[in-house]
């Protein structure tokens, strides 16, 4: 007898939840904080991490990379999700390792700078997030031809 693995649908869903949670997470310690926060991905540790926006003097005085930071909150994913950006921002020359997507204040609100998604085979979400609110909003699809909120 073989049992079957989670169906890409499901693992869609639970992922997509996952992420939510996680954005929801770094809201609440944007407001709780009183500071901006910053959420970037980093494509070659596939990875979401999430921190206070540091100013330059205090990102020197950090003893390791922000990404390994106690003060960072990290998102992992799995080996079988393929992560991008609806803007393609990973596609064109990048500054840094990394792409900012989310900005959080602790008035509430949020700017979107480049939507992600999540796709298993021809699944796919992208995550939005809403301006006066900072509420995340998931919608099924790879964004394309979607208005930003």
Same mark, same amino acid.
């Given at each position: 007898m073989s049992l079957r693995g989670e169906s890409p649908a499901s693992a869609l869903e639970r992922n997509t939840r996952e992420i939510e949670a996680f954005l929801e997470k770094v809201r609440f310690l944007c407001a709780e904080s009183g500071r901006d926060y910053v959420v970037r991905f980093y494509p070659d540790k596939k990875m979401f991490c999430a921190h206070a926006d540091f100013s330059?003097?205090?990102?020197?005085?950090?003893?390791?990379?922000?990404?390994?930071?106690?003060?960072?909150?990290?998102?992992?994913?799995?080996?079988?999700?393929?992560?991008?950006?609806v803007e393609r921002a990973e596609e064109g020359?990048? @500054?840094?390792?990394? /792409?900012?997507?989310?900005?959080?204040?602790? #008035? +509430?609100?949020? %700017?979107?700078?480049?939507?992600? !998604?999540?796709?298993? @085979?021809?699944?796919? /979400?992208?995550?939005?997030?809403?301006?006066? #609110? +900072?509420?995340? %909003?998931?919608?099924?699809?790879? !964004?394309?031809?979607?208005?930003?909120?």
């Open positions: 330059e003097d205090e990102l020197a005085e950090q003893e390791k990379d922000i990404t390994e930071s106690p003060l960072a909150e990290r998102f992992y994913f799995s080996g079988d999700l393929e992560v991008f950006t020359a990048m @500054e840094n390792d990394y /792409v900012e997507l989310f900005r959080f204040y602790p #008035s +509430g609100g949020a %700017i979107c700078e480049n939507r992600p !998604g999540i796709r298993i @085979e021809e699944l796919a /979400v992208f995550f939005d997030i809403s301006f006066f #609110s +900072g509420q995340v %909003i998931s919608r099924e699809g790879d !964004g394309s031809g979607e208005d930003k909120l």
